[in-house]
């Protein structure tokens, strides 16, 4: 059995989470599963649309998230030791991304509202408006890029 969450436990540093609350930071979005593409030139990572193959993109959660690495090796998982490398290829609304940064939760977290919905009410989630890997071919990911999120 898991142990209950601590009241705002995500005000406090993330390296102090236990496992649970470091998982019940995310806000379901499916923003992080989206595929991105780095520029060699300069380092800047663009999202694309194309969202990888274990997106539901009704639930924006990945379908297979506890095997998610076999299927999907590059996957990449987010740790509060692994942050620090990784914060920048998160999305700017993330909340392991903004807890990093010491920046508060959006108004719209489901953490703050109590309902898992308000990501979606808030037009701050992928559903709707993705298309899987397996209907764009890598060569033309670079069509499908959208502003930063």
């Known amino acids: 059995m898991t142990p209950p969450n601590r009241p705002r436990f995500w005000e406090l540093p993330l390296g102090k989470l236990t496992p649970s609350e470091w998982e019940a930071l995310c806000d379901g979005c499916g923003k992080c599963c989206l595929n991105k593409l780095e520029f060699e030139d300069d380092g800047e990572v663009a999202f694309?649309?194309?969202?990888?193959?274990l997106l539901d993109s009704q639930t924006c959660r990945c379908k297979s998230y506890e095997n998610r690495h076999q299927f999907v090796p590059e996957c990449i998982r987010m740790t509060p030791r692994?942050?620090?490398?990784?914060?920048?290829?998160?999305?700017?609304?993330?909340?392991?991304?903004?807890r990093f940064f010491g920046k508060p939760l959006p108004d719209w977290h489901p953490l703050l509202t109590g309902d898992p919905e308000s990501v979606h009410a808030a037009g701050q989630s992928v559903r709707g408006w993705?298309?899987?890997e397996r209907d764009v071919p890598e060569a033309d990911w670079e069509a499908h890029i959208i502003e930063d999120l």
């Open 82 to 98: 692994s942050i620090k490398e990784g914060a920048y290829w998160m999305p700017s609304t993330c909340a392991y991304r903004l």
């Open 130 to 132: 993705t298309v899987s």
């Open 48 to 53: 694309t649309r194309v969202a990888c193959r």
